[in-house]
Each structure stands twice: as structure tokens, then as C-alpha cells.
């Protein structure tokens, strides 16, 4: 998988170079120390990922995601935790804040090979064949897997795919967000932001912002927050 990293700080980018030695998986094609530089440098030799901060001089991160193709896939590393809401919001794979643990860097790494490896699967018309008010079936790995789901804890939407998340398991499907929460019960899931659903079952403790769901913090969008504390919320006074 190509990468390049994007960052105005030296220290930064050396550091995440050290970091990547542990993935050889992973090809480093080039650094940057400003978004517009590395933009001229993508319009002819596209990538797979982009380490990419947020606060940099010119044109910040968070544009400069938005300009990149659907299929160019950004991780965020940034001393800068008020941003983590808006990178769901442009569809990044994670949000790393510095400094960056090993631990937290192999979690990123991985969830973006997953998606690098769908990709490179033959794409199907349609990633469900069918389903019921119990369960579906998702295309995985060309082959079809039943979701029951009483088992399904969320749903994560990366780009044009979505990250199944069971209770057991994750599976990755070729399908948008939106089109997947069509196929699922209203009474059972609720959409919390432009990147999640969420089963409503699973939902123990929350606040103002996050869903919290096992070890996994769900952001609430700013445009779905209203809708959820006015359905889900007041549904279980």
C-alpha cells in the first residue's frame, strides 16, 4: 500500500517514518511539509493513504481531505483533539492525537489494510442479498454472511463501504451508509452521525457528544444530535 505523510512539523514526520518500519506492507512514497505540495505531488502519483495533520500553514488538512479522491483513504495525526468530529465528517479512517503510541498506530494501520484489501476485491451489484426483521445477509470476501442483529453493536461508514461491527466479529461490505440503513428495522437502529449507526440496544452510557459502546467511542453529529436525544432519548423516560 502507498502512503505519504503530510505534516509541517520535522519531528512529526520522522516520527511517523519509525513508526511505519514495523509495517512493511506499508511503502512510504513521499513527505510533505505543507498540503499543497503534496496535492501537486498526488495529481501524478496517486496513493493509497495519507498521513495527514490538521493545523498546517496554507490550506489545512481537513480541506485538503476534501479535495482527495474517493478512494484515497486519510488517517489524521494532530496534537489537536477538537477536531475529531469533523474528520468523521470527510470520511477519514481514524484520528490519531500526538503523541502517537505504537499500540494505537498498529489499530490505525489495520483498519485501513482491511480497506485497502476490499478494494481490491471484485466489486458485486449489491452486497445484500436479502434479510428479514431479524437478520441479513452482507457480501464479505465473495461470500455471503448472515447478520443477526441482536449481535450487531454498530455499523461504521468508510467512503463507499461500511465496517460491520458484531459482537464476535467485523465484516467490510461494498455499500454506503445510507443504503444499508434502508435495509435495517427503525426500531432497533438509529443513525448518530454521517459515519455511524448505531443498535440501540447497546447503548448504555452516553453524553453530550459521544456513544460509548464496549471500548468504542461513537461521535454524535451535529446534525443528528437533535434526532437523538428527541427519539432515542426521551422514547426510554
Not at 503534496?38 to 493545523?55: E, M, T
Not at 488517517?75 to 484520528?95: C, K, M, P, R
Not at 426500531?187 to 468504542?216: A, H, M, P
Request: charge should be neutral.
Amino acid at each position: 500500500m502507498k502512503c505519504v505523510i503530510v505534516d509541517d512539523e520535522p519531528l512529526a514526520r520522522e516520527g511517523i517514518q519509525l513508526l511505519l518500519r514495523a509495517y512493511p506492507e506499508m511503502k512510504l512514497a513521499g513527505c510533505f511539509n505543507n498540503a499543497a505540495a503534496a496535492g501537486s505531488y498526488l495529481l501524478l502519483n496517486p496513493v493509497d493513504l495519507v498521513f495527514l495533520d490538521i493545523r498546517m500553514p496554507g490550506i489545512n488538512g481537513i480541506d485538503f481531505a476534501r479535495s482527495l479522491g474517493k478512494t484515497t483513504m486519510v488517517i489524521f495525526i494532530t496534537a489537536h483533539v477538537e477536531y475529531a468530529l469533523e474528520s468523521y465528517e470527510v470520511d477519514a479512517i481514524d484520528y490519531l492525537v500526538k503523541p502517537i503510541h505504537p499500540e494505537r498506530f498498529q489499530k490505525a494501520i489495520s483498519k485501513a489494510l482491511s480497506y485497502f484489501n476490499l478494494l481490491l476485491q471484485e466489486k458485486n451489484d449489491t452486497s445484500i442479498e436479502f434479510g428479514s426483521q431479524a437478520f441479513l445477509f452482507v457480501r464479505a470476501d465473495r461470500q455471503f454472511v448472515k447478520v443477526d442483529f441482536k449481535n450487531l453493536l454498530f455499523i461504521e461508514g468508510l467512503k463507499d463501504y461500511v465496517i460491520l461491527h458484531l459482537s464476535d466479529q467485523k465484516l467490510m461490505t461494498a455499500m454506503n451508509l445510507k443504503a444499508i440503513h434502508q435495509k435495517l428495522p427503525p426500531e432497533l437502529f438509529i443513525r448518530v452521525s454521517k459515519s455511524y449507526i448505531v443498535n440501540t440496544t447497546y447503548i448504555k452510557v452516553f453524553d453530550n457528544n459521544n456513544i460509548y459502546i464496549g471500548e468504542q467511542e461513537i461521535p454524535i453529529g451535529n446534525n443528528y444530535r437533535n434526532f437523538f436525544f428527541e427519539t432515542f432519548v426521551k422514547d426510554k423516560r
